[in-house]
């Protein structure tokens, strides 16, 4: 049994910094492909970033330049580093796991259970 375990949302001012992190537990292999998708209100939710267990990652147009994924494969946590942060930016972040980026990124065999942002203007 594999288990997500998301940390450090928040409430931030427009323009401030926030980091996320997500354990894995369980029988999870390093190997797992990771990364992050969030619910805006009102919208479906959306693949922000996504990292290998070598470190390529792919960002999303709109956190690009914004954000950085990075993740420590002997601990099986990533992170999720956002700054200049806007208040479209509020919504559930949710841990996101699979075998390959495109895993992560269209059907996550492995999801967390999400940590709340709000970014207030």
């Known amino acids: 049994q594999v288990q997500l375990r998301e940390s450090g949302g928040g409430l931030v001012q427009a323009g401030g910094s926030l980091r996320l992190s997500c354990a894995a537990s369980?029988?999870?292999?390093?190997?797992?492909?990771m990364g992050w998708h969030r619910q805006v209100p009102g919208k479906q939710r959306e693949l922000v970033a996504t990292?290998?267990?070598?470190?390529?990652?792919y960002y999303a147009d709109s956190v690009k330049g914004r954000t950085t994924i990075s993740r420590d494969n002997a601990k099986n946590t990533v992170y999720l580093q956002m700054s200049s942060l806007k208040p479209e930016d509020t919504g559930v972040y949710y841990c996101?796991?699979?075998?390959?980026?495109?895993?992560?990124?269209?059907?996550?065999?492995?999801w967390g259970q999400g940590t709340q942002v709000t970014v207030s203007s």
């Open positions: 990292i290998t267990s070598g470190g390529s990652t």
């Open positions: 369980g029988s999870f292999s390093s190997s797992n492909a």
């Open positions: 996101a796991a699979g075998l390959t980026q495109t895993v992560v990124a269209r059907a996550p065999r492995y």
